[in-house]
């Protein structure tokens, strides 16, 4: 006690100050009188991060410089006085802004520096070169998205005068600023693909359920996917003898795209493990219903949504739905009302698309060793076991649409 700088606090000052029996205390004491002093302490864990929004965009802020923070308000401020500020504003002006400190600061391109979604990006760029160099091909891109009423732009108008004297602009019939945020309503759940002759096999679900700004996928199951892709293989098939074309389908690797037919045994499973061809297990329902109907399946590589041309189409029904919508309409209405809007999309949208997605697929195969970067081929199941990857079933948080706008507080 001595030794440790403790000899003047006495065994029932101890115990109030630890909230431990003063008897506890004394047998502690006596115990350690022949013990070594204590000289050093057991290294301590870093405190967990925190996980919250507020937490991680400090974080983010963190990484730059105080003058990096600084040309960037400054930067902001100047355009928002004459023009509505994007991200792609933002990010096309960055030489102005970032500080030379922060050359080195990269984001979403850390994704393509991923040994494994190089890997996916290569096999996917390969699969479509060789389509595409044949020729004589019909492909369309099958995806799903959601949308509810409260959907609304994240940028609005307001009146500052009104601000000021509110109560004078109301008596007057007008507004005192934006209008009051939008319920959010029932959610609706969209699958659809997308050809560059429009909109093929629309679907809407009524979920029934009251968007909560979470993930839509739990609305979603294989069961319902399976009956719905089943008729887009007929429909497919159909068109493309039509056209005398070769049927290709785009999908990207969501779990409900990829239930396994015949699951394979797991490694505890020995008599099973003796007896097993992995040509029988392992193979998914949606690959051999593709096999049986003719259609070549190929899914595009995960967090590249540049590749599916779907996600042009979603965009534009997202900005046209901001007009289509209004407060007083129900589920059944909004659903009669995009299902209207996807039938008379233009064509010539359509062909912009798909022409998009071949351009970022030409961007891709001419940037560098891209279709040299992996073995021939990937399995469905190793796209799957990357796709799981990224994937963190832990985040509390709810995930974003890739059309609303996200910002950091500086």
């Known amino acids: 006690m001595a030794e440790n700088g403790v000899e003047d606090l006495s065994p029932s000052l101890l115990s109030k100050l630890l909230s431990i029996h003063p008897q506890t205390v004394s047998r ?29 965009e400090q ?13 960037l308000r400054r ?16 990010k096309d002006g960055r030489e102005e802004w970032l500080a030379e400190s922060d050359k080195e600061q990269t984001c979403r391109t850390s994704i393509y520096m991923n040994e494994y979604y190089c890997r996916l990006q290569a096999n996917f760029l390969r699969s479509m070169l060789e389509i595409r160099t044949e020729g004589k091909c019909l492909i369309w891109s099958v995806d799903e998205t959601w ?65 909560d700004g979470g993930d839509y996928h ?3 199951n294989s069961e319902e996917f399976e009956k719905y892709i089943q008729n887009v293989f007929k429909e497919l098939v159909k068109e493309a003898e039509e056209r005398e074309l070769r049927p290709v389908l785009l999908m990207d690797n969501a779990s409900y795209h990829s239930r396994v037919l015949d699951k394979m045994p797991t490694t505890n499973d020995r008599k099973a493990l003796k007896k097993l061809s992995r040509k ?8 051999k219903m593709a096999e049986d109907y003719g259609v070549t399946l190929v899914r595009t590589p995960p967090y590249m ?33 995009l299902l209207e809007w996807m039938e008379n999309y233009p064509a010539e949208k359509c062909k912009k698309n798909m022409e998009h997605s071949r351009k970022v697929e030409e961007a891709q195969k001419n940037s560098g060793r ?14 799957l076991a990357a796709a799981a990857e990224v994937v963190d079933d832990e985040d509390e948080e709810a995930v974003k649409e890739e059309h609303s706008i996200r910002s950091v507080e500086l």
Not at 35 to 46: E, G, K, L, V, W
Not at 156 to 164: I, L, N, P, R, S
Not at 372 to 379: D, M, V
């Open 218 to 220: 739990k609305e979603m």
């Open 305 to 337: 949504a540049e590749f599916a041309p779907i996600e042009l189409g979603w965009s534009a029904m997202k900005r046209a739905q901001y007009d289509l919508i209004n407060r007083t309409d129900d589920g059944r209405v909004i659903r009669e009302k």
């Open 370 to 383: 891209c279709l040299t970067f992996s073995p021939p081929s990937l399995t469905t199941e190793e796209v």
């Open 280 to 287: 029988e297990h392992n193979i998914y329902i949606v690959d």
């Open 147 to 211: 949308v509810h009423k409260g959907m609304r732009p994240n940028i609005g108008c307001t009146d500052k005068e009104a601000q000021k004297a509110p109560l004078t602009f109301i008596k007057n019939g007008l507004t005192a600023g934006n209008s009051a945020q939008w319920e959010r309503g029932e959610r609706l759940v969209i699958v659809a693909c997308l050809s560059e002759h429009g909109f093929r096999c629309p679907l809407i679900w009524r979920t029934g359920k009251v968007d």
């Open 75 to 90: 930067y902001v401020s100047f355009f928002a006085q004459y023009k509505r500020v994007t991200l792609k504003l933002i």
């Open 59 to 71: 974080r983010i802020v963190g990484r730059f410089s105080p003058e990096t923070i600084e040309k």
């Open 28 to 56: 502690t004491i006596d115990a350690a009188k022949d013990s070594p002093p204590i000289t050093r302490f057991p290294p301590c864990a870093h405190p967990p991060l925190k996980q919250t929004k507020k937490a991680k």
